[in-house]
């Protein structure tokens, strides 16, 4: 399950790389296909981050200590609810939960707004796909939540820091994530706003529910944080 969570990072890194690159030649030549490309590219990455979170949670509550961060914030003893949000208990867990949830987020920002803003879309898909291809580097190369012992693994965990087994602190730094997350979809529509010269309203009254909820969840992770 390892080899799979390292491999399925390393595929979404390659697969945003392309859709960067699919995006901005089809929007610069005008190519219909190129762009179709790189937007099923982008939908690609998000489902590509949905099995990867699917494979490291399910190491958790397996107790699969094979992989150094289950074991650095996961134990035997540890309630089920805990094992599952240690997923973002740890730096590496939470680069990798930050992408995945950029991920979809931008594949539903995109979605939705596909037909309405033709013309921004290729943009705004490469510029989510940089700033999720910058996370994915940081994981592959530094911090990749899938490293494994290199000895015999150990028979138990370290267990989660036991100020995180809070109900509130599970709860506080996915709220942070959404409202930090959620601000990528407007600043990705202001970058391809001005990229394409289109500066009139319409961009805006499309990420104004994104930037209202966004800020919503940062209010309320922030709260939760007091």
Known sequence: MASLGSFLLMATLVVSAYAIASSIAGARRGSRSLVESG??????????????????VRAFVT?????????HYSDIAQPLFYKITSYWGGLDGSIMFWVFLLSVFGAVAVRVNRERHRDLIPYVVAVVSLVELFFLFVMVLHRDPFATFLTEAPVDGRGLNPL?????MV??????????????????????ALVTGQLDDSWLRAVRRWTMISWLFLSFGLVLGM
């Open 164 to 168: 995180l087994q809070n109900p509130y």
């Open 39 to 56: 937007v099923g590219a982008f939908y690609l990455a998000s489902a590509l981050m949905t099995v990867a979170s699917a494979v490291i």
């Open 63 to 71: 107790n699969d200590y094979t992989i150094k961060y289950v074991q």
């Open 171 to 192: 709860i506080h730094p996915p709220a942070l994530y959404v409202g930090f997350v959620g601000m990528t979809i407007p600043y990705a529509f202001g970058m391809a």
